[in-house]
C-alpha cells in the first residue's frame, strides 16, 4: 500500500499493509535531532519519520495579547471581553501554510482565492502521502479570544456572547472546510481542546445545547474522512462528540484516558489514534518507548482502525533518540496479515 492508502484504510476503519503512523506537527528541533538537519520539507520529514501523511495549516488565530518566551509564542489574555469587542471579529487571521512557511496573515475572504492555489499546489504535490489540511472548528480560538476567566464568567452572565464569537467563527470556518474539501485533501484534522486532564471544560449541558449546534454547521460541511482532536479526558462527553460524525478521535491522552476502554467501547464506529506518551517520549529510554509502542500496537491495533501518534505532537524537549525508537517501532511491529491480525515479531 502507498501511504495515502494505508492512512485512509485505518480512517475507514478497514485493514491496511500496516499500522499508519501520523503526527500533527514535528518541530525543527526534532527534525534536526533525527535527521541531522532541519531543512526538509514536508514529503522528506514524513519519510524519514515514516509518516504517512503531509501537512498544510489554515489554523484560525485567536483575539488575543501576545508575548513570547523562549522563542515560543504564548496567549496572554483574550481581547472579546463583551458586546463591542465583536467588531474584532471583522478581522480574521489564520495561520496559513505559505511557499515562504507558516505565516499569520488577516483573511477578510475565507473564499480567498490565492489561499487555495497555495493549498491546490500543496495537493498536486503530495505524490504517494495522504494530503491533510490542519484546522478547527472554532471552539479553540473563541476559547483564547474570550480568555479562560472572561469565557467562564460569560457561559453564566453573557451566553450570547459566547454564541456570537462562536458563530463568527463558525460561519468563516465552514466556509473554509468547504474549499478544502473540494481541493482534493485526503482527510482533515480538526483541533480543537475542550478538556482537562480531570474532565472537559464545560458540562455536558453546556456542549449540547451551545457548543454543538453551532460547531455542527462546519462538520456537515466535511465531505471528505476527519479527524477531531482534543487533549484531556473527553469520556463523559465522547458519545455526544461522536455525533458530529467524525471518523477518529486524537490522542486518547494517555494522561486521562484508557485506551483500551475507548477501543472496547467505540472501536467499532471510530479510528483511533494516538496515546503514546509525550512523558516516554521526553524522559524514558529508546527500549521503553519501542516497548510502549509494541504493546499499544498488541492491544489496540487487531482488526484495524489504529493509528499511531504521539499523545501530543513531536515539539522540542523530546528526546529524537525516543522519537527515533518510536517511529521505528510502528514499521517493526504493525505489519498486518490479510486476516487483520498482526504479523508476531520475534528478537
Not at 188 to 205: K, T, V, Y
Request: glycine share 8%.
Amino acid at each position: 500500500m502507498t501511504p495515502r492508502e494505508r492512512i485512509l484504510a485505518a480512517l475507514n476503519l478497514k485493514i491496511p499493509d500496516r499500522v499508519p503512523y501520523f503526527e500533527s506537527a514535528i518541530e525543527p528541533e526534532i527534525v534536526l535531532g533525527v535527521c541531522g538537519r532541519d531543512d526538509l520539507d514536508e514529503k522528506e520529514i514524513s519519510k524519514r519519520f515514516h509518516r504517512d501523511h503531509i501537512t498544510w495549516w489554515i489554523f484560525p488565530a485567536p483575539f488575543v495579547q501576545r508575548k513570547e518566551i523562549g522563542g515560543r509564542e504564548f496567549f496572554v489574555k483574550g481581547l472579546i471581553k463583551s458586546d463591542k469587542d465583536l467588531k474584532l471579529l471583522k478581522h480574521m487571521q489564520y495561520y496559513v501554510s505559505t511557499p515562504e512557511g507558516t505565516k499569520l496573515i488577516e483573511i477578510p475572504d475565507p473564499n480567498d482565492k490565492k489561499i487555495y492555489t497555495w493549498a491546490a499546489k500543496f495537493v498536486e504535490d503530495k505524490e504517494e502521502f495522504a494530503a491533510t489540511a490542519m484546522t478547527c472548528l472554532g471552539i479553540d480560538p473563541t476559547i483564547h479570544s474570550m480568555g479562560w476567566e472572561g469565557f467562564s464568567y460569560m457561559l453564566y452572565d453573557n451566553p450570547k456572547l459566547i454564541e456570537r464569537v462562536l458563530s463568527g467563527y463558525v460561519e468563516f470556518n465552514a466556509a473554509v472546510v468547504d474549499n478544502l474539501c473540494k481541493i482534493g485533501f485526503d482527510f482533515i484534522w480538526a483541533g480543537d481542546d475542550i478538556a482537562f486532564d480531570s474532565g472537559p471544560f464545560f458540562s455536558p449541558e453546556v456542549l449540547r445545547e451551545l457548543v454543538l449546534p453551532k460547531v455542527k454547521i462546519v462538520t456537515d460541511r466535511i465531505t471528505i474522512p476527519w479527524i477531531f482532536h482534543s487533549d484531556g479526558n473527553l469520556m463523559p462527553i465522547l458519545d455526544d462528540l461522536l455525533s458530529l460524525g467524525m471518523n477518529a478521535i486524537h490522542p486518547i491522552d494517555p494522561n486521562c484516558m484508557n485506551i483500551e476502554e475507548v477501543k472496547h467501547r467505540y472501536g467499532s464506529r471510530i479510528c483511533i489514534v494516538g496515546n503514546i506518551n509525550m512523558n516516554n517520549l521526553k524522559t524514558g529510554t529508546p527500549d521503553q518507548v519501542e516497548q510502549e509502542v509494541k504493546e499499544k500496537i498488541e492491544k489496540i491495533a487487531p482488526g484495524g482502525g489504529y493509528i499511531v501518534s504521539s499523545g501530543n505532537s513531536l515539539i522540542g524537549g523530546l528526546r529524537p533518540e525516543n522519537v527515533k525508537s518510536m517511529v521505528e517501532a510502528v514499521v517493526k511491529y504493525g505489519k498486518y496479515k490479510r486476516d487483520g491480525n498482526l504479523v508476531y515479531f520475534q528478537k
